[in-house]
Structures are given as C-alpha cells and as structure tokens.
Nanobody
Framework: QVQLVESGGGLVQAGGSLRLSCAVS????????IGWFRQAPGNSREFVAS????????YYTDSVKGRFTISRDNAKNMVYLQMNSLKPEDTAHYYC????????????WGQGTQVTVSS
C-alpha cells in the first residue's frame, strides 16, 4: 500500500507561482508512476503531469506545458509540482496519485490540496 499527503496549496494572484508537495510513504517500487491531477467544481478530474519513480521522462497535459514542472526527490520520498504563470482557470483541488506498472487505474490517492488563483 502507498500513502500520499499533499501540501502547499493556497491563494495566489494570477501570474504568480506556487509549489505543491506530495509526501510518499508505504511500499513503492522503481516502476511506479507518480502523477498530479486536479478537479475544479463542476468538472471531472483532469490529468496534469506524471513521471516514473525511477526515471526522468515527464508528461503534461497541454494546458500546463511550459508553466508547470513535475519533479521528485527519492531520498526524501517527495514529489513536487512547480506551478508558474498561474491563471484563474488553474483553480482546482490538486491531488497526487500512484499507478503500478501494468495497471491502468491510478490506485492510490492523497486527500488533495486546494489551489485558488485570483484575477
């Protein structure tokens, strides 16, 4: 089992920056994929970014490319989402999640952290 705890959300002005953190505990393996998702009121949950625990290949949804960066620190068991040039449409509840190799479902989820971007 994997446990995930997000932090770093808050209120920020449009154009500003924010860094989200995800503390990872439990049994993780090098082939695991760690990802960030978000959900705004009235919307479905949206994929934001992901990378493997053991690798450096990264994936982003088009709307955040060039603005958001996913990174990790294996020694600290931490995953980060650096968000720059924030827009009001980035306002959402942000979650980190883990997917096992060969499994399509994202099995493990944190409670999430709220990000609100004002105009």
């Amino acid at each position: 089992q994997v446990q995930l705890v997000e932090s770093g959300g808050g209120l920020v002005q449009a154009g500003g920056s924010l860094r989200l953190s995800c503390a990872v505990s439990g049994r993780t393996v090098s082939s695991d994929v760690i990802g960030w998702f978000r959900q705004a009121p009235g919307n479905s949950r949206e994929f934001v970014a992901s990378m493997r625990w053991s690798g450096d290949t990264k994936y982003y949804t088009d709307s955040v490319k060039g603005r958001f960066t996913i990174s990790r620190d294996n020694a600290k068991n931490m995953v980060y989402l650096q968000m720059n040039s924030l827009k009001p449409e980035d306002t959402a509840h942000y979650y980190c999640a883990v997917r096992r190799q060969g499994v399509n479902d994202w099995e493990y989820w944190g409670q999430g952290t709220q990000v609100t971007v004002s105009s």
